[in-house]
T-cell receptor, first 114, second 113 residues
Framework: DGGITQSPKYLFRKEGQNVTLSCEQNLNHDAMYWYRQDPGQGLRLIYYSQIVNDFQKGDIAEGYSVSREKKESFPLTVTSAQKNPTAFYLCASGYGGRAKNIQYFGAGTRLSVL | SQELEQSPQSLIVQEGKNLTINCTSS?????LYWYKQKYGEGLIFLMM?????EEKSHEKITAKLDEKKQQSSLHITASQPSHAGIYLC?????????????FGKGTKLSVKP
């Protein structure tokens, strides 16, 4: 089945710990995105990548890091510098480009702080 | 920066009733996307609108983009419990974040049997 797989579904972070959220797609999409969703706030862009080995910061990149070594994979690391990491994290992929930018989403990872 | 305002924030309707959700942009829309989200799950793509006056339908859901391309509406006819969820509109982002989408805060729809 083609699609986007996020893992794990639930994740708990201890104080001072870095955690990594996985995102894999087999849709052959060039672009991949990470969004954060908080209650009542909609989705906010953390990082995005239009091509392998290249990525750009979104609106709320502080405290997060990413890599794009393979077209299929775009992992997100939530570092200890992110003081309020509790949220629902969504990964998406698409062909990129404006005005025909349909993005397809994974099922999400819910991150909580212990 | 571009903003998308959705209304209403939440909606409770009786099964079988029609309803409309609105999405208004502070700037001209060059691509408007409707998604549906069940609580705790990812977003499911519904429809994309690009041209002023464009209208698209899928099953009992119709989406329209106004002629000025600053407002879109999502209309559900004869609502069913399966329509319940959060509906989000998204638009192609500006301000340097090329390729990303800006999202509204969502409209939570509940359908009472």
């Amino acid at each position: 089945d083609g699609g986007i797989t996020q893992s794990p579904k639930y994740l708990f972070r201890k104080e001072g710990q870095n955690v990594t959220l996985s995102c894999e797609q087999n849709l052959n999409h060039d672009a991949m995105y990470w969004y954060r969703q908080d209650p009542g706030q909609g989705l906010r862009l953390i990082y995005y990548s239009q091509i392998v080995n290249d990525f750009q910061k979104g609106d709320i990149a502080e405290g997060y890091s990413v890599s794009r070594e393979k077209k299929e994979s775009f992992p997100l690391t939530v570092t200890s510098a992110q003081k309020n990491p509790t949220a629902f994290y969504l990964c998406a992929s698409g062909y990129g480009g404006r005005a025909k930018n349909i993005q397809y989403f994974g099922a999400g990872t819910r991150l909580s702080v212990l | 920066s571009q903003e998308l305002e959705q209304s209403p924030q939440s909606l409770i309707v009786q099964e079988g009733k029609n309803l409309t959700i609105n999405c208004t942009s502070s700037k001209t829309l060059y691509g408007l996307y409707w998604y549906k989200q069940k609580y705790g799950e990812g977003l499911i793509f519904l429809m994309m609108l690009q041209k002023g006056g464009e209208e698209k339908s899928h099953e009992k859901i119709t989406a329209k983009l106004d002629e000025k391309k600053q407002q879109s509406s999502l209309h559900i006819t004869a609502s069913q419990p399966s329509h319940a969820g959060i509906y989000l509109c998204g638009a192609d982002g500006y301000g340097g974040s090329q390729g990303n989408l800006i999202f509204g805060k969502g409209t939570k729809l509940s359908v009472k049997p």
